[in-house]
């Protein structure tokens, strides 16, 4: 079966977030107002083949714990569809 992974990785609330910080301090210079914070993170879209949606979300963790995500910094979550 083929599936689809939508991904999303954070920094950790607790560690400083720069690029969040640059942007909720200037947003305001595009007439933007009320922002009171922004986080920056990444997001990535997998395209996987498992026997079942189970399998898939096992690939899926996997591959965050060891390559997408620095488990130091950063947590992550995702959603799986099949396609």
């Keep these: 079966m083929k599936f689809i992974a939508e991904i999303d990785i954070m920094p950790h609330k607790e560690l400083l977030d720069p690029q969040g910080k640059t942007v909720a301090k200037n947003i305001v210079n595009l007439d933007i ?3 009171e914070d922004v986080r920056i993170g990444k997001h990535i879209t ?38």
């Excluded at 096992?58 to 995702?78: G, H, P, R």
């Design 33 to 35: 107002n009320g922002v």
């Design 46 to 83: 997998m395209n996987l083949e498992a026997a079942s949606e189970e399998e898939a979300k096992e690939k899926v963790d996997l591959a965050c714990k060891k390559m997408l995500a620095n488990m130091i910094m950063e947590t992550y979550s995702f959603t799986i569809q099949s396609v």
